[in-house]
Antibody
């Protein structure tokens, strides 16, 4: 069974940095497109970043371009999200999600790691 | 980026009611649309993919339709376990984007 476990969240001051990690198991990670999706408190879902199977293609929502960087290590079955120049509006639970490119759906989802940007 | 607009943002309904949620894309996405259900404290669950294909295990009271820019999710007879928030998501182009969500509440 596919499983995704995020780590690295926490409290950070505005302008600070944080690196999230996701450990994947139970599926062929190196063959899978991956995504980070976030959900601010009481708000909806927002796709943050996507990365293709070998890491050569990366896509970001406009609000994080130039500040966030998605990467992966297929030898370790891990996905990362480097977040720099953090803002209060980046406060959210960040989910690592497996993306099925042939069907278009996101599943499964990790339980998420909470990021709070506050002074 | 493709913008996804859902309506209504919330709906109050009773058990047994028919509920319809719409999702509009800012450009044509063919049938690259997925519907999710999210309950409080839980991660989203896939209901429908490719605009109208019901996921295994999802009750047949859920149905989806549409093509291009306009899509619809219908719950034919609302059940107590269906009170949740529903999201649409496009997979036509990157980055993947979601609608703002529709909260289905008890009337």
């Amino acid at each position: 069974e596919a499983q995704l476990v995020e780590s690295g969240g926490g409290l950070v001051q505005p302008g600070g940095s944080l690196r999230l990690s996701c450990a994947a198991s139970g599926f062929s990670f190196s063959s899978t497109f991956m995504s980070w999706v976030r959900q601010a408190p009481g708000k909806g879902l927002e796709g943050v970043a996507n990365i293709n199977q070998d890491g050569s293609e990366k896509y970001y929502v406009d609000s994080v371009k130039g500040r966030f960087s998605i990467s992966r290590d297929n030898s370790k079955n891990s996905l990362d999200l480097q977040m720099d120049s953090l803002r209060a509006e980046d406060t959210a639970v960040y989910h690592c999600v497996k993306y099925n490119a042939s069907t278009g759906w996101l599943d499964p989802w990790g339980q998420g790691t909470r990021v709070t940007v506050s002074s | 980026d493709i913008q996804m607009t859902q309506s209504p943002s919330s709906v109050s309904a009773s058990v047994g009611d028919r509920v319809t949620i719409t999702c509009r894309a800012s450009q044509s996405i063919s049938r690259w649309l997925t519907w999710y259900q999210q309950k409080p404290g839980k991660v989203p669950k896939v209901l429908i993919s490719a605009a109208s294909s019901l996921q295994s295990g999802v009750p047949s009271r859920f149905s989806g339709g549409g093509h291009g820019t306009d899509f619809i999710l219908t719950i034919s007879s609302l059940q107590p376990e269906d009170f949740a928030t529903y999201y649409c998501q496009q997979a036509f182009s990157y980055p993947l984007t979601f609608g703002g969500g529709t909260k289905v509440e008890i009337k």
